[in-house]
Structures are given as structure tokens and as C-alpha cells.
């Protein structure tokens, strides 16, 4: 079975900048659906990104002008990064990715990575 495997987390200070990476087994992600999500310590997970298989791009209202989601692909290998700018102390979470070839309803992906830890000091 294909895996999403993310990585690029870590602790970074208010301010800072981090680059989250996830690799999908699969070059034919290329042409699916790929996102970003994340979930705080007690709260519902939330959409934070998502780009289409068009290159089309949506962005969650509290990381507009400070995230960037993008892709690429190489050899037997699909990306989908996300950088992250001008970090804030809520923006503490596990990041998910997430893709589907078909919906863009991220409720209904069907293929997720494990997660990667993100934490902002104040």
C-alpha cells in the first residue's frame, strides 16, 4: 500500500520559518488531489492547505500570506511541501498529509501520512 510519509518538523522559535515535506510511493500522485491538515492537543483536526491535481491552491483563512503549499515529482517519487513562514505559537500541531484522486473533500481523502510535530515557542 502507498505511504504518505512526512517529514520536516521540529521546535522553532515565534517568527521562524519551517519547510514540511511528504513523499507518496507513487509517482502517479502526481495527479491526485494533495494536502496539508493539522490537529492541536485538544482540538478537531483542521484543512490548512490544499493543492489540486491542476496546481490549483486554497489556503485556511489563519495562514494566508505565511504558508505556501507546492509539488513536484521525481523518479518513482510525488511531493507536496509546505512552507511555513512567520510561525506563531498556535500554529503548534501535527501536520498531515493527506490525498485522493478524486475528491477534493479532504474529509474524504483516502490516503494519510503519520504526522510530523510542529512546535512554536513563544
Known amino acids: 500500500q502507498v505511504q504518505l510519509v512526512e517529514s520536516g518538523g521540529g521546535l522553532v522559535q515565534a517568527g521562524g520559518s519551517l519547510r514540511l515535506s511528504c513523499a507518496a510511493g507513487?509517482?502517479?500522485?502526481?495527479?491526485?488531489?494533495m494536502a496539508w491538515l493539522r490537529q492541536a492537543p485538544g482540538k478537531e483536526r483542521e484543512f490548512v492547505a490544499m493543492i489540486t491535481k491542476n496546481g490549483e491552491v486554497t489556503y485556511a483563512d489563519p495562514v494566508k500570506g505565511r504558508f505556501t503549499i507546492s509539488r513536484d515529482a521525481a523518479g518513482n517519487t510525488a511531493y507536496v511541501y509546505l512552507q511555513m513562514n512567520n510561525l506563531k505559537p498556535e500554529d503548534t500541531a501535527v501536520y498531515y498529509c493527506?490525498?485522493?484522486?478524486?475528491?477534493?473533500?479532504?474529509?474524504?481523502?483516502?490516503?494519510w501520512g503519520q504526522g510530523t510535530q510542529v512546535t512554536v515557542s513563544s
Open positions: 493527506a490525498a485522493d484522486f478524486m475528491s477534493m473533500d479532504t474529509s474524504r481523502f483516502n490516503f
Open positions: 507513487d509517482r502517479s500522485f502526481t495527479w491526485s488531489h
